[in-house]
């Protein structure tokens, strides 16, 4: 059997079908930036190089664990200057909500990102994607959503898809244009999304910039039925959708994405069983987000007992924004899952590798190591994989492959 490099002596994490399945002393073999085969070490076959010359090159891993490489479903990289200053004022006692119908918020950074030029947005994103990658990431998402204008939405989206370009991680793009009501349509809510739905998501769509479409339903940002338009819109020109749904209240986000078929609903604080039916009945995958519930100090659970009783696949991220989860970190998150959500090591593994790529639509190519997916793996130097969502601060990745090339 043919192949471009083996890892052996590891222990592999296969994270298929529920999100489970373990083989010991396990072998892996790459061909084509592909796994062309996985199982105990002793019982591979014979493999030669692919080039014809002799055996191909093996990866001593050294009893360490592999999985696939993780996945960061939701997250909004590429963004300008910071909100530390609303950090101060909310633990001074202002909410999330206050702040940003003063003004602040998402607003803030909208100012600072229309003003930023491609090369410095890009500049800024990718140390924030380096961080990503030091802890096992091979692909990421990433949405727009503080441009509010045509120009500055479709700078964002470029600027993500030169992050593919210049680092080894694939990157799915997003369109949040549907994130907040930028000044200029004040008291024109359904303006804005008339332009939104009717000129942005097609352009998006044409320039070939957008993966998917997104937009926030809550009461500081839109309604469902605008967010339906938007979701409509989308749809109309082939791309997916996804919805931040039900973070600080119930308006039915989570019903209003099944509905609509799409690839998940994101927060879910306040999803009612009602919603978490919806989404299992359509296959909308959760995507919980701890950072940003850590972060706001919030106290409300996500349905997380709701979610495995209907069967919900539950994706995590890292939800990496500047003003409700500066994370770079997909272990921490991994922790945060753990301790706040009381999810267990092996569903926060599982949401940051196979579900997450389900939320993504991907779940065929990456997010599991079986026979004929992507090489996207990643290395650890733990003893077992619940010592990744345990050890908080630990930097126990020990290598990367990313379409079978180890970087």
């Known amino acids: 059997m043919k192949a471009d490099a083996i890892i052996e002596h590891c222990d592999v994490a296969v994270l298929s079908g529920d999100g489970a399945g373990e083989i010991r002393d ?23 190089s692919s080039d014809g010359g002799g055996a191909p090159p093996a990866y001593d891993a050294a009893g360490g664990w592999l999985t696939p490489g993780l996945v960061d479903c939701h997250t909004h990289l590429v963004h300008a200057g910071d909100r530390a200053h609303e950090f101060e004022l909310r633990l001074q006692g202002a909410s999330y909500e206050d ?16 003003a930023a030029d491609e090369d ?105 039925a605008q967010c339906a338009r938007v979701l409509d819109a989308a749809r109309a020109v082939g791309l997916p959708v996804k919805l931040h749904a039900d973070q ?15 690839l998940s609903a994101d927060h879910l604080e306040w999803t009612s069983e009602a919603g978490v039916a919806a989404m299992a009945e359509r296959g909308t995958v959760a995507v919980l987000l701890p950072g940003a519930f850590y972060f706001l100090r919030e106290t409300r659970l996500p349905p997380l007992d709701a979610l495995r009783r209907h069967r919900v696949p539950i994706a995590l991220a890292t939800d990496c924004n500047p003003g409700s989860s500066p994370l770079t970190s997909p272990l921490l998150a991994m922790n945060m899952a753990c301790t706040l959500f009381r999810m267990t090591p092996a569903e926060a593994l599982a949401g940051f590798t196979a579900h997450a790529a389900r939320a993504l639509g991907l779940h065929r190519e990456i997010g599991s190591i079986e026979v004929g997916k992507r090489g996207d793996l990643a290395l650890w130097a733990v003893r077992r994989p619940a010592e990744l969502a345990y050890a908080m601060g630990a930097a126990p990745l020990v290598r990367r492959w990313f379409g079978g090339q180890a970087r």
């Open 26 to 48: 396990a072998l892996v073999a790459l061909a084509d930036g592909r796994i062309a085969w996985v199982g105990p070490r002793t019982d591979a076959p014979r493999f030669t």
């Open 99 to 114: 702040v940003a119908r003063a003004g602040g918020g998402i607003m803030s950074t909208v100012r600072a990102t229309r």
């Open 120 to 224: 410095t947005l890009a500049r800024s994103a990718a140390r924030r994607l380096a961080r990503l990658l030091a802890e096992g990431v091979t692909t990421v998402e990433v949405k727009s959503g503080y441009g509010l204008d045509a120009d500055t939405e479709l700078r964002m989206l470029r600027v993500a898809r030169r992050l593919e370009a210049t680092h080894p991680v694939r990157v799915v793009t997003t369109l949040l244009a549907a994130h907040a009501l930028p000044p200029e349509y004040a008291g024109r809510a359904d303006d804005y999304i008339a332009a939104v739905s009717d000129e942005w998501v097609p352009r998006a769509a044409r320039a070939g910039l957008a993966d998917a479409v997104d937009a926030f339903c809550e009461g500081i940002a839109f309604t469902p």
């Open 248 to 262: 600080l209240s119930d308006l039915g986000g989570a019903t209003l994405a099944a509905s609509r078929g799409a």
